[in-house]
Every structure is written in C-alpha cells, then in structure tokens.
C-alpha cells in the first residue's frame, strides 16, 4: 500500500488520520506539537521531526492545518513540502484555504514532476470520526482518481469539481451557507426557550421537516445541553468566512448575510469564545 504523509492532527486530521491507518496505510505524521499526535503514534504512525522526513517517507501526502498561512509555510517554506517532494508524489490539501493559493500549489507541484489536489471537506469532528465526510476536490482527473481510495475511507461523498482550486471555491460555497443557517438555528432556538417550550421536542418536530439541515440535527442537541466544545473551531468558521467575503469581492459580488455572520461571531469570539465550537454563536443572544 502507498504510505501516507500526514501534517496536522488537530480536531478532524487526527480522526481521518487514524481512519486511513484503520484501513492498513503505512502513515508518517507530522504536527507542531508531537503530544496532539500521540493516539496516532501509539496506534503505529511514524512521527517525524520535520516536514521534510515526511515528504522523503510518502509516496502521498495529506495536510490539514489551521489557516491559508499555515499552508503557505507548510508548502513553500525552507522546510516546506515543494522543496523537498519526490518526483510522482501527490499532494492533497485538505485545509479549507483560499483557491487561489490552491491553483499556485497546484502549478508549482507540476514543475517539480507532482501533482497537487484540493480537497476541503465538510462535517465537522463527527464526519471525521465516522468517515462520513463531504470532500470537495479541485485538481486533475488522473490525480483525483489515485486519491479516491484514501478518501473512501474519509468520506462518504467526494466529487471533483473541477480544476485547481475549485475544491475551495465549492467549500466556501459550503461556508456560505452554513453562515446564515447557523443563525436561523440558534434564533430558532432563543425564540423556542423564550416562549417557554421544551426544546427538545420543537426540535424533534421541525428536524424533519422543511427547516431540517445538518446543524439543526447535529449542533442544537449540543447547545440544547450546553456542549460548546469544538467540532469545528469559530476562529477557523471566521477565517473560512474572511476567505470568501475576500473571494466574493473579486467576483464583484455583495454578500449581506454573510457579513452579518461574521460580525455576530467577531463578537463572541471577542468575548472568548474563540476556540469554542460554532454553535457557541447561542452565545450572542445570552
């Protein structure tokens, strides 16, 4: 089996991570802190000291880190991926970045004889687990099919959707989205609370219906309980939200509603909610 690279084993890496070990991969790992990544090693991942003992030991590599920065570095750095890559290896960012950044990555792996994907996905810490993600993949055919085994194994939907960087423009489709549900779901619930209904049941009955989505089911039974422990961190939701007001600028388009969700979550994570879960965004009606 190919052995696989993997850098970032944060909140979602190390559960996809460990899924592709599950499924027999050879995986060589990598993470600013070797604690994070200590339920891999103990599972048989290789830990390495530098990226670029990664690279030397992958015939593909998978990176899952926090912000368009971090994939720079991670990418371009002295230590990073493309100065240190073999000849046919395959590059898969997995990051929820910016696509441009994705088409330049995918343009310098091709001069040094690679090749290089987007895919960032969507479904959070329990997606993750479970191997039910939706991944969103921009790049070449060829390259998308070497990598469609691995992601069987992470997801449950992946579809190309067309070249470098479209995996990224899809996603901050995803975001967009989810920005202003977000917001329904939790006025939803204020609303539900402050009329003196039972929550749980309101949300037994309006989950199956027309107003059902995946944070309805997923991340109000979390509030409903007061779990705001992160499936996915509101400092990564701003930053997805910061990369597609910039890119919906460039397509000279106005997107009122997303803005209106990033302000409201620039507001708590003001107040210290940074590095909990988005659906601490109940926070802001409290």
């Not at 048989?44 to 690279?55: C, K, L, P, Q, R």
């Not at 961190?233 to 209106?260: C, N, R, T, V």
Request: aromatic share 6%; charged share 20%.
């Amino acid at each position: 089996m190919k052995k696989i690279g993997f850098i970032g084993t944060g909140v979602m890496g190390k559960s996809m991570a460990m899924r592709l070990m599950e499924a027999g991969y050879p995986l060589h790992i990598f993470t600013r802190t070797k604690e994070k990544a200590e339920e891999l090693i103990t599972a048989g991942a290789s830990w390495h000291n530098e990226i670029t003992d990664v690279a030397a030991n992958s015939d593909i590599v998978i990176t899952m880190v926090g912000y368009p920065s971090d994939v720079e570095e991670v990418y371009f750095g002295e230590s990073g991926l493309l100065n240190h890559i073999n000849p046919q290896t395959l590059l898969i960012d997995m990051t929820t970045s910016s696509p441009e950044l994705a088409a330049k990555i995918a343009k310098e792996a091709k001069s040094k004889q690679a090749d290089a994907i987007d895919a960032p996905v969507s479904g959070g810490d329990i997606g993750a687990r479970k191997g039910t993600l939706s991944i969103m993949a921009g790049g070449e055919e060829a390259a998308f099919q070497e990598a469609q085994p691995l992601f069987n194994e992470m997801g449950s939907q992946t579809v190309l959707q067309g070249p470098a960087g479209a995996g990224q423009y899809t996603k901050m489709c995803n975001q967009i989205a989810i920005a202003s549900t977000m917001i329904g779901v939790t006025e939803a619930l204020v609303y539900a609370e402050k009329a003196g209904l039972h929550p749980d049941t309101v949300l037994k009955s309006i989950s199956g219906g027309a107003a059902g989505s995946w944070s309805l089911s997923n991340l109000t039974p979390r509030v409903i309980k007061r779990d705001f422990s992160p499936g996915f961190f509101i400092k990564h939701f701003i930053k997805d939200m910061k990369i597609a007001l910039d890119s919906a600028e460039k397509l000279d388009l106005d997107l009122p509603g997303l803005k209106l969700a990033k302000n409201m979550y620039e507001q708590i994570a003001e107040g210290g909610e940074n590095n909990s879960g988005t659906q601490a965004l109940y926070k802001y009606y409290k």
